[in-house]
């Protein structure tokens, strides 16, 4: 077991001083943290020396350690630490620096108390963070983060491992309006850098639960335009109640965003207050996948509100597939990539499901917009639907009232799609009860909308058109051949 004796004796600090204090004086460093674990237990009424029996009772004796590769900074379950948790010290990829409870009870805290966050690491690399709890409340809303992960030195970090944190009560700003910078730089879990060349890399944010939170939810920037992170992976996240974006993912080389559920976005502890906000949604990235998450339940903010966004500064493919959507005061999906500045990128849009997200708007007519085998029903609101100039909207089901109408004009292609209720834009195309099993009835996951599979006597089984770009299998796995013609819509088995 590992011991570190915190307080000298006279006769030790004597013979200490007869040696150097005639020496020039020398600006304080870290104490190193020796290999094995290191214990912390705010609910103690003395300080310990860091072993299990004798732990540490406060953040300032761990912030004032460098830790080392291998090592875990254990915090004991039902306790909570008031102020900013600042451990020093780097890991390795073979070798990460672990935070993670220890005993039995609910997760320990941190409550940052209104600083500008609970947990932060700087120009570090290699930690993962386990399953404790980050709060930061505050009367006033101002920049402020759960957990801060950041390069700044303008080189490149990374081997971040975010794996069942749990974020709630962060006093992040709310206006995007008029305090824009303190709105993106607030979220329950947000990485960032500054300065030229400074990027992160393989950041894994995953398994987690946050809510509460002004500004939104997680935001993982790792670079800029010309200097991208890469090796970035969100998956199998809660977001629920943040005042501002649900999920963002900002100067990656293919970020990956997947399994998560954002959910009354808008909402909460500390509501939005200005500007905009969406739900998941990806900018500046190379080649970014949104898949397999659901959105649901974001109030209005000033003009988004959507989904789901490809917003400005995106190149290669954008895609956006096999997510389940509804009752988003914005509707489905954004195209902003008129917003900023422009990537022109392929918007692929296929295999959603969209319940009563009725709005889908475009910013910019230099992305090509490829939307195709979704399920967008919306029997009672109108649609508003804006596409880029250059379209196609293929092999989809378009379910609305008769008051609605769709976008028509030179460079957008209406091929293969089902209308019920809604006019039809185009002289092809079927018209009628496209024979979902039972419409509206999905819920709020992903497994709740078998209802929109296709009944036997369905009009647009094994007749829509042929892609050979189709991702191969539809919203429920089943596979979508590349030569014979598909179902209409995101389902593609037999008919029930």
Partial sequence: ?????????????????????????????????ATGTVYLDCSRSTDGDGSQAAPYDSLASVNALTFSPGQTLAI?????CTG????QGSGTAAAPITIAPYGSGPAPAIDGNGAENALSLTNQDDWTIG??????????ETQREGLLIQSTDGTAHGGFDIDGLIVNDVAGQTDKATQATAFANSACIRTGTLNTGSTLNDVHVHDTRVGNCGGGGIKVRVGALTAQGTGIHVDHNTVTAVGGDGIIASFAESPLLEYNTAANLGTGDYPWTGGNFA????????????QHNVVYGSVMSVYDSEAFDCDWGNTGTCLVQDN????????????????????????VVRDNIAQNDCRMISTGDKATLLFYNNDVYCPGTAFNIHVPANSTLENNIWVGPTTSSLPTGSGIQWLWNVFQGVPRPTANGIVGDPGFSAPGSGGDTLDSVTGYQLTAAAPGLLNGGV??????????????????????????GPGR
Avoid at 7 to 30: D, E, I
Avoid at 279 to 290: R, Y
């Fill in 76 to 80: 004991a379950a039902g306790t909570s």
């Fill in 131 to 140: 399953a404790i709890e980050l709060t930061d409340p505050a009367a006033t």
């Fill in 1 to 33: 077991m590992w011991l570190r004796t915190r307080t000298a004796t006279a006769a030790g600090t004597a013979l200490l001083c007869a040696a150097v204090c005639a020496a020039p004086a020398l600006s304080a460093a870290p104490a190193a943290a």
């Fill in 467 to 492: 892609l050979a770009d189709n991702g191969g299998q539809d919203f429920w796995g089943n596979p979508v051949s590349a030569t014979a013609k598909p179902n209409r819509g995101a389902y593609d």
């Fill in 324 to 347: 389940y959507s509804h009752d988003n005061a914005g509707g489905l999906f954004l195209n902003c990539d008129g917003c900023g500045t422009s990537g022109a990128p392929t918007e």
């Fill in 84 to 87: 900013t948790l600042a451990p």
């Fill in 279 to 290: 739900g998941i949604w990806v900018l500046g990235d190379h080649d970014p996948t949104i």
